[in-house]
């Protein structure tokens, strides 16, 4: 993967799409890929998930917010995946925010955050960890650590079938 040659920080770079120096200025706008139907079952091939997990694991966090808003409204913003997507934006959002210094609203999407993965924890079968490969519970408390210890050890998502 090709990592875009700059992470979009709001007020510090060029808006990625709208300014003319951005990373991603006219590029045509992205369309959820075909590798993407049928989650959450299909989540080892879905290409714009995966790449989210990417951009995210290598802090690109405005990027991979962007990635997987393409999952959250492909596969519906109630669905299961739509519920672990939309999660996963919001940590995203949330930890830009912390690194913008402001941890007001940081904690605030993290809240958010909580209240999807609670959503789609009490809809899976109570012997699951594991969902579109992320073992929420686990992941959940090394965002909560870095977002405690400010930055500590980065919350990379590992993904496992």
Known sequence: MDLPSYRHVPGLTPHPVRHPSGHAFGIAEPVISPSCQGLPDSWPNCQDY???VDLFNHNYLWEAHEAWELVWIG????????LLAQGLIQ??????????GTPTGSASLLDKAR????????SQEPDERRYMGVEI???????LRFAELQRAHFPFIRLEE
């Open 50 to 52: 995966l790449l989210g």
């Open 115 to 122: 209240v999807r993965f609670d959503r789609l924890q009490a």
């Open 91 to 100: 940590v995203s959002a949330a930890l830009l925010r912390l690194h913008l």
């Open 75 to 82: 596969a519906g913003k109630t669905s299961g995946p739509g």
């Open 137 to 143: 519970e686990d992941w959940w408390s090394s965002v």
